[in-house]
């Protein structure tokens, strides 16, 4: 359990550094890579062969799954975010550094690998960005919680189905159409909702198009080519999209 500020104006400080443990991106490239390759794999195992439009999917699911974790700590953690981000903007301040980077370089112990305080951190560094996701009365905020807690399930649903077409593909389309439509939807908004209150203005160029821009877009562009999948599924009456 994280111990709770007294003074809520006042920054957490920094975690420990260690030498030990495993750098935070390569521990979220292996998950997505284990996840990914469960599908991708399977695929092969069960069919000899490997599409194209199924390992593309396969690994937008894959970075999904993983980002709802992270939007779970968005939520368990929701104080302490608030806090830290003071924290990386003055360390962004004193130093420089860009503090998303700093963090996905850290070291994080074995043992607190699915620590959500340690995850925080990802939301913590990136309202230096967009101030929004320290902020739980944004709608960016909550759009993201929700992506947390109600995607995981239709998105492993989803993910089976397209490997081993256990669902017939009529109801595979249209529990694709649903999920696929939203993330597109809602990705939509919240960065009109980004522009719109002007937070454009406080950040780099370079800040707007690799945070902004670069992170949110595969949640629009990988659902376009899901929504084609899901209108092919339903109109063709088989998996012949997904090259089955």
């Not at 709770?4 to 935070?24: E, K, L, M, V, Y």
């Not at 929004?132 to 709608?139: G, I, K, M, Y």
């Not at 989803?158 to 669902?167: D, E, G, Q, S």
Request: aromatic share 14%.
């Amino acid at each position: 359990m994280v111990e709770q500020n007294p003074d809520p104006t006042t920054p957490d400080p920094p975690p420990p550094r260690t030498d030990s443990g495993i750098p935070a991106i390569l521990l979220a490239a292996l998950t997505v890579a284990c996840l990914a390759i469960s599908g991708i794999g399977g695929r092969y195992y069960l069919h000899g062969d490997v599409h194209v439009v199924h390992s593309a999917l396969s690994l937008f699911f894959s970075v999904n799954l993983l980002i709802c974790g992270w939007e779970a700590c968005l939520f368990l953690r929701r104080d302490y975010i608030e806090r830290r981000a003071a924290y990386w903007r003055r360390r962004k301040a004193d130093t420089g550094r860009v503090p998303a980077v700093e963090f996905l370089f850290t070291r994080v112990p074995f043992r607190r690998t699915l620590s959500p305080t340690v995850w925080a951190d990802v939301w913590a560094t990136y309202a230096v960005a967009d101030g929004s996701f320290a902020d739980r009365r944004t709608f960016g905020f909550n759009a993201d919680v929700v992506n947390g807690f109600v995607t995981p399930v239709p998105t492993l649903i989803l993910y089976a189905a397209y490997t081993v077409n256990f669902l017939p593909s009529v109801l595979a389309g249209i529990l694709g159409l649903m999920l696929f439509w939203q993330w597109v939807y809602v990705t939509s908004g919240y960065l009109a909702s980004f522009f719109v209150a002007g937070r454009q203005r406080r950040i780099t160029r370079g800040e707007l198009y690799a945070f902004i821009v670069g992170m949110n877009a595969p949640w629009v562009l990988f659902p376009l080519l899901g929504l084609y999948v899901s209108v092919r599924l339903v109109l063709d009456g088989d998996y012949a999209v997904l090259g089955y």
